[in-house]
């Protein structure tokens, strides 16, 4: 009688003490950064989590279709069988999103996971769009023109099959646009975003001051852009602080880095200078 006495203050003690920490954990996560997007998020160490842990909001995944699958790589010499879309990023988000009620960090902020598709476009769309389907309480759909949103809002980039997805009646993705989609009459919901290579239209190198003709142009993009809820991304920029106040202060939507720490430690500094 005394040994089950025992054992179930021992039980009681340990239940309590994965509530205490689950809450301790969950109060004490980092803040999340409306601004933070991890690029070709796969190559951290703890892919999605190193970016969660950080307090981003937005993250990046290749993919290539390999049979009925979707694994994650940037290329295809570095494809593995255990790296697949759901494992690394769909089944750890949804877990995420049930134990913080609906969000994906404890605040309801948005959060982003933008697919860059490798192999072919049609094809892999077919393939990720059934895959999206099978987490209808985690990620944003659209039904007949109406977006619903949900914790994750998924956007395809790379080979991104525009009539396929247009033609979509349920979707479960938006287009990630580029500088030469700025004037297009698409809706915002199906094409949320412009990315683009910075080095492919602007000349300053992030070191000194930006020239005015790539300021103004930075100006005119991101005005374009939001004039039609659209939000603004550009890749091949570089990690530097010049670079990213650049970008915030200039309204860039998500500063895309691989420095996951430092854009970090760049942002909150901003957060607690205002």
Same mark, same amino acid.
């Given at each position: 009688?005394?040994?089950?006495? !025992?054992?179930?203050?021992?039980?009681?003690f340990l239940s309590v003490?994965? $509530?205490?920490t689950r809450v301790y954990s969950q109060t004490n996560a980092a803040p999340p950064l409306a601004l933070a997007h991890a690029h070709n998020d796969y190559a951290h160490s703890r892919p999605l989590l190193d970016a969660l842990d950080h307090g981003f909001t937005s993250v990046e995944a290749d993919i290539y279709l390999v049979g009925s699958e979707l694994w994650v790589a940037h290329s295809q010499d570095e494809l593995k069988p255990e790296r697949t879309l759901q494992s690394l990023y769909l089944n750890p988000l949804q877990q995420r999103v049930r134990q913080n009620h609906?969000?994906?960090?404890?605040?309801?902020?948005?959060?982003?996971l933008l697919i860059d598709i490798k192999s072919a476009a049609e094809p892999t769309y077919a393939a990720l769009a059934k895959t999206l389907a099978r987490y209808?309480?985690?990620i944003s759909v659209v039904r007949d023109g109406e977006l619903h949103r949900n914790a994750v809002t998924v956007i395809v980039s790379g080979n991104r099959p525009f009539e396929m997805?247009?033609?979509?009646? $349920?979707?479960?993705?938006?287009?990630?646009?580029? !500088?030469?989609?700025?004037?297009?009459r698409l809706p915002s919901h199906l094409m949320p975003l412009i990315s683009d290579n910075w080095r492919k239209h602007f000349r300053w190198n992030g070191?000194?001051?930006?020239?005015?003709?790539?300021?103004?142009? !930075?100006?005119?993009?991101?005005a374009s852009a939001h004039?039609?809820?659209?939000? $603004?991304?550009?890749w091949a920029t570089p990690d530097t602080p010049a670079m990213w106040r650049v970008l915030h202060g200039n309204g860039v939507d998500m500063i895309n880095t691989d420095?996951?720490?430092?854009?970090?430690?760049? !942002?909150?500094?901003?957060?607690r200078d205002r």
């Open positions: 009688m005394k040994q089950f006495q !025992l054992s179930m203050i021992l039980m009681t003490a994965t $509530v205490e609906g969000s994906v960090h404890a605040t309801d902020d948005p959060f982003y209808p309480e985690m997805m247009t033609a979509e009646t $349920v979707r479960y993705a938006g287009i990630d646009g580029r !500088l030469s989609d700025l004037g297009s070191k000194g001051t930006i020239s005015t003709e790539d300021q103004q142009k !930075l100006d005119q993009t991101i004039a039609r809820g659209r939000r $603004v991304r550009f420095d996951l720490a430092g854009l970090e430690t760049f !942002l909150r500094q901003i957060d």
